[in-house]
């Protein structure tokens, strides 16, 4: 130790500010969270299970789940594809307009999917832009399935591309580069090299994408026009069947999306496990 210098001992907070703080933690997650979670179970089974699988079975509500799986089915393939094409792009090549698109990605994050509905419905709306056109052709978008998925499409399309980015730039391209330089072709390194590196994130990213699809309220209820038994997805269901007085009916359909929030968190958790241990592996294979 160099001469007048001294090291003191590191900070130790006093048990009881660690337990309150541990508390107060587990308190306000069980107020925000685990209350509610157990609310909606609740009153869905509040008249018990003949009543919450009449409400699950009656036909707005399978047309609803229908309709939301179908929209997750187009949507999250997508936006994968697009994810994919867009960060290889953006880590692998310098162009202009490259902050652009950065920024046009991060785009649905900050704004209001309200707000994001009423844009497509200024666009291909009866009196939008391509409003005379569509009518002519007998092309209906707005308060049909078209426009859900396009809503969807545009509120869920940064979550792929967001978890992608940040890998592919930390890991690079030389491993690209050497693979070309042994003469692969583009879909022989993209499978071969670029893949097995992003599967993880990708599939992370493509479980965030689904979730955030089929609960997805505010840009959908503005084009869906709420027509029941044809473009109510899950969520606009609840809403329809909570505003008519149906309490049981609304928390079983809701406990339907709230059991997906738990599969997600689940697989979440366990795709951060499998995730850090191949990144483990690697740090130990180099």
Same mark, same amino acid.
């Not at 939008?128 to 969807?152: M, S």
């Given at each position: ?6 090291? =003191?001992? /590191? ?11 541990? @508390? ?27 009543? #919450? ?10 047309? @609803? ?36 698109l950065l920024t ?42 078209? &426009?859900?998925?396009?809503? !969807?499409?545009?509120? !869920?399309?940064?979550?792929?591309? =967001? ?9 690079? &391209? ?29 599939? #992370? ?6 979730? =955030? ?14 027509? =029941?038994?044809? !473009?109510?997805?899950? /969520? ?5 069947? #909570? ?40 740090a130990r294979g180099?």
């Amino acid at each position: 130790m160099a001469p007048g210098i001294a090291f =003191r001992d /590191p900070v130790v907070e006093p048990a009881w500010v660690r337990w309150g703080l541990t @508390a107060l933690a587990l308190l306000l997650l069980a107020g925000i969270v685990l209350l509610p979670l157990a609310a909606v179970v609740f009153e869905a089974l509040r008249q018990g299970w003949a009543a #919450y699988a009449k409400a699950i079975v009656e036909p707005d509500t399978l047309a @609803a789940i229908r309709l939301t799986l179908l929209v997750a089915a187009i949507s999250v393939p997508a936006n994968a594809v697009f994810g994919v094409a867009a960060a290889w792009a953006i880590t692998r090549f310098q162009f202009r307009g490259k902050r652009v698109l950065l920024t046009l990605i991060d785009l649905p994050f900050t704004v209001s999917p309200v707000v994001a509905g009423l844009i497509f419905v200024l666009l291909f709306g009866a009196h939008g832009w391509f409003g005379e056109w569509l009518r002519l052709h007998e092309i209906k978008i707005i308060f049909a399935v078209p &426009g859900i998925v396009l809503a !969807t499409i545009f509120i !869920t399309f940064p979550f792929v591309a =967001r978890e992608l980015i940040p890998l592919m730039q930390q890991q690079g &391209g030389e491993q690209e580069e050497a693979a070309a330089s042994l003469g692969a072709g583009g879909w022989t390194m993209f499978w071969k090299v670029t893949f097995p590196n992003i599967r993880w994130a990708l599939l #992370y990213g493509v479980l965030l994408c689904n979730a =955030r699809a089929m609960g997805e309220f505010g840009a959908v209820s503005v084009v869906s026009g709420h027509i =029941r038994g044809l !473009t109510n997805t899950l /969520p606009l269901q609840v809403e329809i069947l #909570y505003n008519e007085f149906s309490f049981v009916a609304a928390f079983a359909v809701a406990s339907m999306l709230a059991l997906l929030a738990l599969v997600t968190l689940c697989l979440k958790l366990w795709l951060e496990w499998r995730h850090g241990d191949s990144l483990a592996r690697r740090a130990r294979g180099h």
